[in-house]
C-alpha cells in the first residue's frame, strides 16, 4: 500500500457516516470493495441498533430560547421545571434535584444517569464543543439504552458557548421539548480472513463509523486503512495463525459492532488466540501507544519488539475505549494500537477530524509496524500470549461496562 492508494480512501470516505445510516453502510460496502480489490473474500454481518430521528428540540430558559438538539432515545413530550446547574454529583448536590432539570458539565455515564434518576430530576441538559471555537455546532447526542436501563427522561444538547450563557442566566425555570420517532435500524461488521494452516486466528479489528458531526478521518478511517495495509503485507505469506478482519460498525455508540460479533461469534472465540485493535493511527504528530488488556508478559514483548526493530512504543497494561474491549470482556487477550495525538494538535468526535491533521506516510509507517507484530504472532509455532486476563485489567474492564462503580 501506498501514500496515493491512503490518500485515495482518505477522500472517498470524507463525510458523516453514523450508525445505522445508509452513509455507514456505503463506507461498509466500501472496504468490503477494499478486501476484495486485493482478492481477499469479506462479508457484512448485519446486527440490530435502535436508531432515532429527532424531529423537534426545543429548550427555553426564562422565556429565553437556546439552540439545542434533543437526545436520540430519551422518549418525547414536554417538561417544565426549575433550573439547576450541577457541576458535581456528590450526594450534597444530588440532594438538590428532585423535581428540576439540570445542567451537567459532563456526559452521561450509567451510573451518573441512575442517580439523577433515583434522585428524582425531571430532565437533563448536556453540552459539547468549545467555547473559544467559532463554531456554533451541536453534537447529536444519545441516551444508550444500557445507560437509561428503559428509564427515560428528556434531555437536550448544547454548544459550549450556549451552555456558558445558560449558566450565567441561572433562570429560574427551563422547558424541554423533544419530537422524536424511534425505530429498529441495522449496521454492520465487515469480515474478511486470511486462512492460516491451523484452525485457530487472530482477530485484527477497526471501526469504520463516525459521530454526528465527525468525518471520522482520524477517528477511525485511519485504523481501517491500517487493516487494510496489513492485509496487504501478509496475504501471500504462509500463516500458522489466520487473520480475521473484523471492521466494525456502530463502535462510537457504545462498542456495538464488537459486541455483536463476540456475541454472534461466541461459541468459536476459543480459536480466537488475539485480538488486535486499531483506534486513531497516522496523526502528524502525537506517540504510538499499546494499550494491553491482557497478560503483562504481551507489554513487556511490545517494548522488547520496539526496541528490536527501532520502534517507539509506549506500552502498558488496561482497559482502551474501544473494540478490544469486548474481546477482553469475553477472555480473549486484547490489545489496542494508536498514536495518540498532543493535545490541541488533534480533536475527535467534532468537525475537526479532518484528513489535514493525519499524514499519510505516518500511517504507512503504522500500518507496517502492525503488520510486522501480526506477522510474528501468525506466523509464531504457538502463539505465545497466554489466555488469561490479569485480575487489575478484569477489574477496569467491570468498571468499564458498567458492572461496578469506579473506586
Ligand atoms: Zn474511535
Not at 503485507?233 to 500463516?239: A, G, P, V, Y
Not at 483506534?279 to 526496541?307: N, P, Q, T, W
Not at 510486522?372 to 474492564?397: H, W
Amino acid at each position: 500500500m501506498n501514500t496515493r492508494q491512503v490518500h485515495t480512501i482518505l477522500k472517498e470516505t470524507d463525510f458523516v457516516h453514523e450508525s445505522g445510516t445508509a452513509e455507514e453502510l456505503r463506507v461498509a460496502e466500501y472496504l468490503k470493495a477494499q478486501c476484495e480489490a486485493m482478492g481477499v473474500q469479506a462479508a457484512l454481518e448485519p446486527f440490530d441498533v435502535e436508531m432515532s430521528s429527532v424531529k423537534f428540540s426545543l429548550l427555553t430558559a426564562d422565556g429565553i430560547s437556546y439552540p439545542c438538539h434533543g437526545y436520540r432515545l430519551c422518549g418525547s413530550g414536554s417538561v417544565e421545571a426549575p433550573f439547576q446547574y450541577l457541576p458535581s454529583m456528590d450526594p450534597l448536590s444530588l440532594a438538590q434535584v428532585r423535581g428540576k432539570i439540570v445542567l451537567l458539565d459532563s456526559g452521561l455515564s450509567h451510573f451518573a444517569y441512575q442517580d439523577l434518576f433515583e434522585a428524582g430530576a425531571v430532565g437533563f441538559i448536556t453540552y459539547t464543543g468549545n467555547v473559544f471555537y467559532r463554531d456554533h455546532d451541536i453534537d447529536q447526542k444519545e441516551l444508550r439504552s444500557y445507560v437509561s436501563l428503559g428509564k427515560k427522561m428528556l434531555g437536550v444538547n448544547l454548544n459550549a458557548k450556549d451552555a456558558a450563557k445558560l449558566a450565567r442566566q441561572n433562570p429560574a425555570t427551563v422547558r424541554i421539548e423533544v419530537d422524536q420517532e424511534e425505530y429498529a435500524g441495522q449496521s454492520h461488521n465487515v469480515v474478511a480472513m486470511l486462512p492460516g494452516s491451523c484452525d485457530e486466528y487472530l482477530v485484527l479489528s477497526a471501526h469504520y463509523d463516525t459521530t454526528s458531526l465527525s468525518h471520522g478521518s482520524y477517528d477511525n478511517m485511519t485504523g481501517c486503512i491500517g487493516l487494510l495495509c496489513v492485509m496487504d503485507e501478509l496475504r501471500n505469506k504462509d500463516l500458522h495463525y489466520g487473520i480475521r478482519f473484523v471492521f466494525c460498525g456502530s463502535e462510537e455508540r457504545g462498542l456495538l459492532g464488537s459486541k455483536a460479533y463476540v456475541a454472534a461469534h461466541e461459541d468459536e472465540l476459543s480459536k480466537c488466540v488475539l485480538n488486535v485493535n486499531l483506534d486513531m493511527i497516522g496523526s502528524a504528530m502525537g506517540k504510538f501507544i499499546a494499550c494491553v488488556s491482557a497478560e503483562e508478559g504481551l507489554v513487556h514483548y511490545l517494548r522488547y519488539l520496539g526496541s528490536e526493530i527501532g520502534w517507539s512504543i509506549e506500552s502498558k497494561t488496561g482497559v482502551y475505549s474501544s473494540d478490544s474491549t469486548p474481546f477482553a470482556d469475553k477472555g480473549v487477550p486484547a490489545l489496542s494500537f494508536a498514536r495518540t495525538s498532543p493535545r490541541n494538535q488533534a480533536e475527535i468526535h467534532s468537525r475537526n477530524d479532518t484528513i489535514s491533521l493525519l499524514s499519510d506516510k505516518q500511517i504507512i509507517q503504522d500500518g507496517r509496524f502492525v503488520a510486522e507484530f501480526t506477522r510474528r504472532m501468525a506466523q509464531s509455532a504457538k502463539c505465545p500470549v497466554t489466555r488469561t486476563i490479569p485480575d487489575k485489567v478484569k477489574n477496569e474492564l467491570d468498571e468499564y461496562l458498567n458492572r461496578k462503580r469506579r473506586g
